[in-house]
């Protein structure tokens, strides 16, 4: 059982670069997030899977795109990286969004855009 | 829009005593939930403890007890002995009663001292 994991670790891109953050769950959640971490900031929800097939947007979703892929696997996409995205990203996962039910997050993807 | 604020960047504490974080929270509603989320410096995000605001009993979790106050929107967490594994960020977080909002505070860094 390996919870919430995230690809990659660790990724350095140019500024007009494109790239695709995984993740995937293997807890039969329902509903899936990402979300980005700044300096000196908690976490900020970028967009949210509800269910499988259902996607909406958080408090900071401009320059992103997402899909959830089938019911574990949720993925970021970054269309034209700027420098404002560099940021640690996690993905997380609960039961369901409503009673807002514990999440329970992936170990984190560190971006670098130069 | 709810938020939630973390009014003290650092705290510290010496080995086997007893620390209190603060946190307090701006909202409407009536509903909700209240979360305390320990990052170590693996980053990984790990629930310490989730409180239902209707619910008048503060939540409990070993050494993590909340002091929770309705009225006055606040959330306080207290780590009792404390432990050197206990050192990293705690951020605090509110949930609505409908799944639309999630947000998180700033942080608060702990530092255990031997």
């Known amino acids: 059982n390996a919870g919430v994991t995230q690809t990659p670790k660790f990724q350095v891109l140019k500024t007009g670069q494109s790239m695709t953050l995984q993740c995937a769950q293997d807890?039969?959640?329902?509903?899936m997030y990402w979300y980005r971490q700044d300096p000196g900031m908690g976490l900020r929800l970028i967009y949210y899977s509800a269910s499988e097939g259902t996607t909406d947007k958080g408090e900071v979703p401009n320059g992103y795109n997402v899909s959830r892929l089938n019911k574990r696997e949720f993925s970021l996409r970054l269309e034209s990286a700027a420098p404002s995205q560099t940021s640690v990203y996690f993905c997380?996962?609960?039961?369901?969004?409503?009673?807002?039910?514990?999440?329970?997050f992936g170990p984190g993807t560190r971006l670098l855009v130069l | 829009a709810q938020t939630v604020t973390q009014s003290q960047p650092e705290m510290s504490v010496q080995e086997a005593e007893t620390v209190t974080l603060s946190c307090t929270y701006d909202t409407s509603e009536s509903d909700y939930y209240l979360f305390w989320y320990k990052q170590p410096p693996s980053r990984q995000m790990i629930l310490v403890i989730r409180q239902e605001a209707y619910k008048q009993q503060n939540a409990t979790e070993n050494r993590f007890s909340v002091n929770f106050q309705k009225a006055a929107k606040s959330f306080s967490l207290k780590i009792s002995d404390s432990q050197l594994g206990d050192a990293a960020m705690y951020f605090c977080?509110?949930?609505?009663?409908?799944?639309?909002?999630?947000?998180f505070g700033p942080g608060t860094r702990l530092s255990v001292l031997p």
């Open positions: 997380a996962s609960s039961v369901s969004r409503s009673r807002q039910e514990t999440q329970y």
């Open positions: 977080a509110y949930g609505d009663n409908y799944g639309q909002n999630f947000v």
């Open positions: 807890m039969n959640h329902n509903s």
